[in-house]
């Protein structure tokens, strides 16, 4: 039975394709050539769009690439998660600076505790915690800086990519009836051109 459905969906994308292939060929010469100047027209009215451009600009300054990209939505993303992280940073760099001072007072023996902690090892991981998760922020900055690098520059070579109604891919659940049990829960994918 899985075999049988198997062998006939395979017919069934290969008639497809060969169907396709068909409607091609009939086509006119009048229409193919009617659609080489609509493409020609389209892209006179293009403007010269740089992903290199675009992605300069984001190195010199986060969010500048996005805006020539026209896609300024993403500025307030880029500096509210850099935001984010500063402020982390900041936090974990403050304890790291106090645990650090902390724990070479106590090793002095010039402070007996400090906020609970009553132990030089306490201190001591306590002190490498904040400066791993200093660090950690340090990273994830660099790490973002980057992303808006790429962003900017895989955004310019979509620049022109068109995205329009002809064609679209639907994804969504549906089930298969079983003969004898159950529905069994599966994805549909449709294709519309």
């Not at 992280?85 to 650090?100: C, G, L, P, R, V």
């Not at 070479?104 to 007996?112: A, E, G, P, W, Y």
């Amino acid at each position: 039975m899985k075999h049988a459905r198997l062998l006939t969906v395979s017919i069934l994308l290969f008639c497809l394709s060969f169907i396709n292939q068909n409607i091609g060929y009939a086509q006119s010469n009048d229409t193919i050539q009617s659609g080489q100047d609509t493409l020609a027209q389209n892209s006179q009215n293009y403007k010269e769009h740089s992903p290199k451009k675009a992605a300069w600009m984001s190195a010199l300054l986060p969010g500048l690439g996005q805006i020539y990209n026209d896609k300024i939505w993403k500025v307030p993303v880029i500096y509210g998660a850099a935001g984010v992280i500063y402020y982390f940073y900041d936090m974990n760099a403050s304890y790291y600076k106090d645990f650090k001072g902390a724990y070479k007072d106590f090793t002095n023996n010039k402070i007996k505790e400090f906020r609970g902690y009553d132990k030089a090892e306490e201190l001591k991981a306590a002190k490498d915690y904040y400066r791993r998760n200093r660090d950690l922020n340090i990273i994830l900055f660099g790490a973002l800086y980057l992303a808006n690098i790429l962003d900017a520059s895989v955004d310019a070579h979509l620049y022109h990519f068109d995205v329009s109604k002809d064609l679209s891919l639907e994804i969504k659940p549906t089930q298969i009836n079983h003969e004898f049990g159950q529905p069994i829960p599966a994805v549909s994918c449709s294709i519309y051109f």
